[in-house]
């Protein structure tokens, strides 16, 4: 930010707000001055979003192991407000009476087969704060050549995130079905990336004869599907699915309950057509691999799980398709970690009057949500990881005093912290595991508490080299 008491402030900043991320900003920041210089912080010119996350998105790459392969998650999400009219905020999709951004995140995982979540890459925020362009007359050729159109933000943070992790690790972008656009997947396959992208579209294909060429043949995606070989029948646990509150999303995204999902997988291999409304300096057509499955005998009141997946990785065996199949349900740690923002750190209750303040907030609890993220994911997934690897030495001491019977005096691990810590918020095991909300109290908790203990145990320290006599 060009300025060294910016960058003080906003580590002040932070420090106080993951103590309580859930909290108003004048209760995390407790005084009236602490509050007075947050809101300065925030309004101040020369505070972009844009150089917060990208001091977040540094440290992320540092944790990527060298030589390594990961998983960047690309996906947008709306951040909205109701209430007064805010400054440079735009219409949403959930409603007129709703206003607020988008903000298009890539997250970056472990490619074990289960993720470890290392941080934030990248961190694209607009509004739709113009009249809204009636595209009703227009052509396809025509829509495609729009400067400014929305979907342009996919291929562009994808080179952004190639960019900045050039030569440390190998990527797999994962999509889900908004990613689904014949020029992304065109960049992807000419600039040799490697990628899993849920299609969303029944799209032309071409068969592939004997050199792997496009033949003259064309049919549909679904039509292929059904010649594919079996490959493998799987068995994978379903989380639960609260219904839209968008309606338009309703039916796209269903209400169903959490169950286990046997699913049968195929794959093939084709060649996509471009669309007719393309201009031609895409390539005519793209050729992928295809991961496609479908659930055996879904229960008779759920939508079946139908996935159709696009991807650059090898399919030509079971062990290759079910890394597919890991990679893609590897992306649902992208929605859990806009649950962490919106609910854990209470993002859309901010009272801040602008797009620039709210999307400042935003990028200083970009660190805290992902720690959060992290936390719980380790625990559900690898129970079993030492405490010491998510916890300080402080917070640990402290868990052990005020959670004695979840959090055990010797071999304390990630799952035993979890609970200890939504303990503190007032989650009650027989609840089933702890929501963001809980969590975020629990952590407030424990943030402040840990902090005393280590003011505490300093003092003690200083006292101790205190020379004999000494009245301090």
């Known amino acids: 930010m060009g300025d060294v008491r910016l960058v003080k402030r906003a580590a002040s900043i932070v420090r106080s707000l993951e103590a309580a991320p859930a909290l108003g900003f004048p209760q995390a920041l407790r005084t009236g001055d602490a509050t007075e210089g ?16 990208d001091s977040h998105a540094a440290e992320t790459v540092s944790r990527i192991s060298p030589g390594s392969t990961i998983r960047v998650v690309h996906d947008t999400t709306e951040v909205s407000f109701s209430g007064e009219s805010r400054a440079g905020l735009g219409r949403l999709r959930s409603g007129h009476s709703v206003q607020g951004f988008l903000a298009h995140a890539s997250l970056v995982l472990s490619a074990e087969r289960f993720p470890k979540p290392l941080g934030v890459v990248g961190l694209h925020c607009w509004a739709r704060s113009a009249k809204p362009r009636s595209t009703r007359n227009m052509a396809g050729s025509e829509l495609a050549k729009l400067a400014d159109r929305e979907s342009r933000r996919w291929p562009e943070q994808v080179k952004k995130v190639e960019d900045l992790v050039v030569g440390r690790a190998s990527i797999i972008h994962l999509m889900d079905r908004e990613g689904d656009a014949y020029p992304l997947l065109n960049m992807l396959v000419q600039d040799g990336l490697r990628f899993v992208v849920r299609m969303a579209r029944d799209r032309k294909v071409f068969k592939l004869g004997d050199d792997d060429e496009p033949d003259e043949q064309l049919c549909n995606l679904s039509e292929e599907l059904n010649h594919m070989s079996m490959v ?24 169903r309950a959490a169950r286990t999902a046997r699913l049968s997988v195929r794959s093939g291999r084709v060649a996509l057509r471009r669309p007719r409304y393309l201009h031609e300096e895409l390539e005519p057509s793209v050729t992928v691999n295809i991961v496609y499955v479908q659930e055996i005998d879904p229960p008779q009141d759920d939508e079946p799980i139908v996935w159709v997946l696009a991807t650059s990785e090898s399919v030509d065996s079971a062990g290759n398709v079910e890394a597919v199949l890991d990679h893609y349900r590897a992306r649902w740690n992208i929605e859990e970690f806009f ?85 503190m918020g007032g989650h009650l095991k027989s609840n089933g595991p702890p929501g963001w909300l809980t969590l975020a109290r629990g952590m407030q908790m424990l943030t402040i508490l840990a902090r005393t203990w280590e003011n505490a145990c300093a003092s003690m320290e200083r006292q101790q080299k205190l020379p004999r006599g000494s009245d301090q």
């Not at 300065?40 to 996350?53: D, E, K, Q, S, T």
């Not at 646990?237 to 039916?251: E, H, I, L, Y």
């Not at 010491?388 to 055990?408: F, G, S, Y």
């Open 38 to 53: 947050f809101y300065r912080f925030l309004r101040n010119p020369r505070v972009r979003y844009g150089a917060l996350v």
């Open 339 to 423: 649950k962490a923002l919106k609910t854990g750190c209470a993002l859309e209750e901010r009272q801040l009057e602008s797009f620039e303040t709210l999307t400042n907030a935003l990028a200083l609890f970009v660190p805290i949500a992902w720690q959060m993220l992290l936390l719980r994911a380790v625990s559900r997934e690898i129970p079993d990881t030492p405490a010491d690897q998510v916890l300080t030495p402080a917070q640990i001491q402290v868990l052990r005093h005020e959670q004695p019977q979840k959090m055990p005096a010797s071999g304390a691990t990630a799952q035993h912290a979890l609970y200890a810590i939504a303990g």
């Open 232 to 255: 493998v029948v799987r068995e994978v646990p379903v989380s639960r699915r609260a219904a839209s509150t968008v309606p338009g999303r309703r039916k796209l995204h269903p209400e």
